[in-house]
């Protein structure tokens, strides 16, 4: 059995979170916001986020510290110098870590940094997502150096990861061929998950724009606490052309026993063509670690809303935590998407996968999505392109049964994607019924007959033995 002190345990609870992808508009930003490269500056913010994060999710009213108590708990944690300032643009010292009294309150945190040789201020806002740099503009870097334009050349890497420590959160990530952009992402279990719904499942879905790829941060939840290999695959979808000129970011708090939404939607005169989610931060629920049973908040949907991604999340046990949307806008002749979905009845206790049809002739899966609609008695295990060209879905009913569907969505597009390397298409689920008897209702209907059939059986011997008694007695 593994054992985790408590602090150790609530930061591994919480994501690696703000991988680099692409411009975004912030919320209180003029325009575009230039995100920021994945350097010292950016991982600097990022920790003293976590740290603070960690300070919230475990204070009695969820709230953010005050700034000056920020700054105090930042010098402690990360022996660093700190300083308190009104706004980014008056970021003090050059890598100082900068807590923005003006904009930091209950439920935003806002850190700021000046660093490089030309004195750029680099902004870690909760209430955005990734790092900026405050007063970038116009396209992002990725969208000018890979040249926008219509999407071709469809093609797809990926990953094997293995997970074997309880609890503990790792992240990954799988990389694009070379010159080819991220399009949509996914992650697998090669490993089936248990019966008691041991296996690895994501605190994080996200493109990463800069770097090429796909990234997926995930915990292994095992309520046995039992060392063992659990291995999965990482799946990118990639291709030339199609590249965001906007990632907008929406995040919100899932508070402790509570359940939330958050949708992040794409600007005027953009089309969607992706999405994912950051920073659900659980654990093993009902798992206690020192007498303490953390929890944290779970992914309970994720998908396109619209002109916008949404997602959606519950809490278990003793902690919430926050949770993003990211949505991925383009102007590309491939969009708008054509959906795909299919569902299925995820039983209490037990895993259940759904796969979506293929797409429409002339369009090619990029990308996909879940959700277990207005149910919070499920976790999502994972979401993942088959052999097939599908898109499938896995939750395990760990709080009881809920209704899965799997959304694949489809660009206008020639497919080119080699899928040789990707898992077989799962068996056809059995359609969900609606009506209050839900997916249970065949069952009555065929012990019903079955019984129907029983008592017919019954009857027709009983009618043959009395005449061979009559026989009998002549």
Not at 126 to 154: H, I, K, M, T
Not at 263 to 288: D, H, I, K
Not at 305 to 325: C, M, Q
């Amino acid at each position: 059995m593994v054992t985790v002190p408590p602090l150790q345990a609530i930061r591994r609870a919480l994501p690696l979170l703000i991988a680099v992808s692409t411009v975004a508009s912030g919320p209180n930003a003029q325009g575009a916001l230039l995100q920021g490269g994945y350097d010292a500056a950016t991982r600097q913010l990022e920790e003293g986020f976590k740290i603070v994060a960690t300070q919230r999710i475990a204070s009695d009213n969820e709230c953010y510290p005050a700034p000056d108590e920020v700054a105090f708990i930042l010098r402690r944690k990360m022996d660093i110098s700190v300083v308190l300032s009104p706004s980014p643009q008056s970021a003090q010292g050059s890598g100082l870590v900068n807590v923005i009294s003006g904009a930091t309150g209950c439920n935003r945190l806002v850190l700021a940094i000046r660093s490089g040789l030309k004195g750029r201020v680099f902004v870690l806002d909760s209430a955005y997502g990734p790092v900026y740099v405050q007063g970038g503009a116009g396209l992002s870097q990725e969208s000018l150096a890979r040249g926008a334009g219509p999407l071709r050349d469809l093609t797809a890497a990926t990953k094997a990861i293995q997970m074997n420590r309880p609890d503990e959160s790792a992240r990954f990530a799988v990389y694009c061929p070379a010159g080819t952009s991220p399009l949509g992402g996914a992650m697998v279990n090669t490993t089936p998950l248990g019966g008691d719904g041991e296996g690895i499942y994501p605190h994080s879905y996200e493109r990463l724009g800069v770097q090429s790829g796909f990234h997926v941060t995930s915990t292994l939840v095992d309520p046995r606490r039992v060392r063992a290999i659990h291995r999965g695959e990482l799946q990118v979808i990639c291709g030339l052309g199609l590249v965001p000129t906007a990632s907008p970011h929406a995040t919100t708090f899932v508070r402790r026993h509570g359940a939330g939404s958050v949708t992040a939607r794409c600007p005027a005169g953009t089309e969607l063509f992706s999405g994912g989610f950051q920073r659900t931060n659980f654990t093993t629920p009902g798992v206690a670690y020192h007498g303490v049973y953390y929890g944290g908040n779970y992914i309970t949907e994720s998908r396109a809303a619209g002109n916008a991604w949404r997602v959606s999340a519950a809490a278990t046990d003793r902690d919430g935590g926050e949770l993003t949307a990211i949505a991925y806008c383009a102007q590309d002749s491939s969009l708008p998407l054509t959906t795909v979905s299919a569902s299925t009845r995820v039983p209490e206790k037990k895993s259940a996968t759904v796969a979506t049809p293929p797409c429409p002739r002339g369009r090619a899966l990029i990308a996909g999505g879940f959700s277990f609609g207005d149910s919070h008695n499920a976790l999502f295990a994972d979401g993942y392109f088959t052999r097939r060209g599908t898109w499938a879905a896995t939750g395990y009913g760990w709080f009881g049964s809920a209704e899965l569907t799997a959304y694949g969505y489809c660009a206008m597009a020639s497919d080119t994607v080699d899928r040789s390397g990707f898992p077989r298409n799962p068996p056809p689920a059995p359609p969900v019924a609606s009506g209050s008897g839900s997916g249970r209702d065949w069952v009555y209907v065929a012990l019903g007959a079955l019984g129907l059939i029983v008592l017919a059986l019954f009857l027709r011997r009983r009618q043959v033995v009395r005449r061979r008694r009559r026989r009998t007695r002549r």
